[in-house]
């Protein structure tokens, strides 16, 4: 299969995996850390949820690799998760990575979820409840 060119022809494969919690587009500054790297590097969010992220990165990270995150949810509000590297997928000369949030905080998925309810409530209430009959 060939690399995808364009982050648009990552959102078909995206699309197609069924997450109890949605992921947002967004995209947001992050800062990243390899576990045992002591160099925090600069990136943007592809997507977001509270269970994980996609982020695009200048290197590529190898599945199973840990990383520490600082994800800036606006200007002035971040949160700081730890998550494990899934995935990484070569785009436009630079990779997409999948990352699985582990042992995030109460706090942490709180506030991910309040930024993400107020980006978009419509798609967070129809996801949650699809296919309930709302009349």
């Given at each position: 299969?060939?690399?995808?060119?364009?982050?648009?022809?990552?959102?078909?494969f995206s699309g197609?995996?069924k997450?109890?919690?949605?992921?947002w587009?967004?995209?947001?500054?992050?800062?990243?850390q390899?576990?045992?790297d002591g160099?925090?590097?600069?990136s943007?969010s592809?997507?977001?949820?509270?269970a994980?992220?996609?982020?695009?990165?200048e290197?590529?990270?190898?599945?199973?690799?840990?990383?520490?995150?600082?994800i800036?949810?606006d200007r002035e509000?971040?949160?700081?998760?730890?998550g494990?590297?899934?995935?990484s997928?070569?785009?436009a000369k630079?990779h997409?990575?999948?990352?699985?949030?582990?042992?995030?905080?109460?706090?942490?998925?709180d506030?991910?979820?309040?930024?993400?309810?107020?980006l978009?409530r419509?798609?967070?209430?129809?996801?949650?409840?699809?296919?309930?009959?709302t009349?």
């Amino acid at each position: 299969m060939m690399p995808p060119e364009s982050l648009e022809s990552i959102s078909q494969f995206s699309g197609r995996d069924k997450r109890y919690l949605p992921r947002w587009e967004v995209s947001n500054r992050i800062l990243y850390q390899v576990q045992g790297d002591g160099q925090r590097k600069e990136s943007l969010s592809h997507d977001l949820s509270c269970a994980g992220a996609s982020i695009l990165t200048e290197e590529s990270i190898t599945p199973n690799e840990k990383l520490q995150l600082t994800i800036y949810l606006d200007r002035e509000v971040s949160v700081r998760v730890d998550g494990r590297v899934c995935w990484s997928v070569p785009v436009a000369k630079k990779h997409l990575i999948g990352i699985n949030f582990e042992q995030t905080s109460r706090k942490a998925q709180d506030l991910i979820l309040k930024y993400a309810f107020e980006l978009d409530r419509a798609k967070l209430v129809r996801h949650w409840f699809k296919g309930w009959d709302t009349a």
